[in-house]
């Protein structure tokens, strides 16, 4: 029995030592310790069946362990495969590239120019208070300028407003198209009234809706005739009344050039600006500085004459960009209802 054994234990050996000499190599090879065990199961049975056919006592043996403990691990990390802890991408941050400048607030007030406005240039022909004898045929003509942003097309019409009408027709329509800035003589045949004095009548533009408009900043205000007539029966003429009327304007300005640096132009440049204003009379006169298009209304303001005479009037103007050859024109509402634009040119440069 002993002897038995101790063949057994050799056996066992020889097994051992054979099976770990021909373990295939690899990642999917089992382990040393499972080799053994399995390989020391497969020789206890070989012993058990020896035993039995050499009819022999019986034999304890140690059991077969036919569990295999296995111990599962985590895979091998292969290199280049890992994925980074996921890290938060904060978004854009815009970084000023430099402190932002001050803005500069221009001191003119801009009015929106509306689509129907007409400006007063002048009286082509029957000055206000011309004396004309009754009963005689004239024809008032009046330069216009569209100094509003629509076309008048041959749909508009110089239309009678109040007043006298002097036997002038109604309605006449515009002959051709006027575009804002350009200017029409526009006229009406009339007859002086019968009756001596003074004779007003008023007039307007009507645009292709049937709507009326005339001068002024709203385009509100209607022009006229003025004319006084003598006796009937005499025929003599009446002189005409003291007329209050602007008869002259000049305007300068100073500096009427100048250069500064970018940065001086960007804060803006001051203009004076001075209007010498003559007067027939005694009257308050209404004005308006207007940039070099005559519509754009920079500052208005009035003006009191006590007398005929000469006045001045003043405008400081800002400048924030380069201007060649530029100026201001002033507008005279009352009473003349015209633009001036003699003189105020400028020129601003503005250097690197």
Known sequence: MQRLLKSSHLILSAVLLLTACNLPFGSTAPSAAEAAKTSAAQTVEVLRTQAASSGAG??????INTQTQKTLAAPPAVPGTAVPASTLTPPNTLVPTKAPSATQISTATFVPIPCDRADFIEDVTVQDNSVIAPGTAFTKTWRLKNSGSCT?????????ASGEQMGGAAST????????GQTIDLSVAMTA?????THQ???????ASGGAFGWSINGDQAFWVLISTGSASTGTVVAPPSGFAVTGVTISVNP????????TCNAGV??????????SAAGTVTYEWRKADGTTVVESGSKEFSSAGTQSITNNYTVITAVTNDKLTLYIN?????????GGTFTLICSP
């Open 201 to 207: 009548g008023f007039w307007r533009l009507q645009n």
């Open 193 to 197: 009234p019968a009756t001596t004095g």
């Open 256 to 263: 009427t050039e100048k250069t500064v640096p970018v940065v």
């Open 152 to 160: 008048w097309t041959t749909n508009y019409r110089l239309v009678y």
């Open 270 to 279: 001051p203009f004076t600006f001075t209007a010498n204003i003559t007067s």
């Open 173 to 180: 329509a515009l002959i051709g198209n006027v575009n804002p």
């Open 58 to 63: 019986s034999v304890t043996l140690p059991p």
């Open 334 to 342: 009352n009473p003349n209802h015209q633009l001036f634009t003699s």
